[in-house]
């Protein structure tokens, strides 16, 4: 079982930066390889995905609109992946949830689909104002 945690999320002006966090828990995360995600959802909108990357050698995704404003890392001692999110629009206002895949799902392409990821944090909001 795995268990993922969400924190940084908030109230920022437009322009403004974020950076959300991820902590992972649990048994076989250290030894296998997991592919982590960033997805967001929106009133009214579908989940969408954000970002990933794998949890060995580091590969990333990024939705293609985000390029550019949006960097995922992660610290493997920490067991923590984070998303910094620079010059925040009003679109980015959403619900971030991070999930974890037992998988390299980057060899198969299927980074950016919810039904993809086997586990899913609770969430954190981030609202943008301007």
């Known amino acids: 079982q795995v268990h993922l945690a969400e924190s940084g999320g908030g109230l920022v002006q437009s322009g403004g930066s974020l950076r959300l966090s991820c902590a992972v828990s649990g048994s076989g995360f250290t030894s296998d390889y997991y592919t982590i995600g960033w997805f967001r959802q929106a009133p009214g909108k579908e989940r969408e995905g954000v970002s990933g990357i794998g949890s060995d050698d580091g590969r990333t995704y990024y939705k293609d609109s985000l390029k550019g404003r949006f960097t995922i890392s992660r610290d493997n001692a920490k067991n923590t992946v984070y998303l910094q999110m620079n010059s925040l629009e009003s679109d980015d206002a959403a619900v971030y949830y991070c999930?974890?895949?037992?998988?390299?799902?980057?060899?198969?392409?299927?980074?950016?689909?919810?039904?993809?990821?086997?586990?899913w944090g609770q969430g954190t909001q981030v609202t943008v104002s301007s």
């Open positions: 999930a974890a895949a037992r998988a390299n799902l980057f060899a198969y392409g299927t980074m950016e689909h919810p039904w993809a990821y086997d586990y």
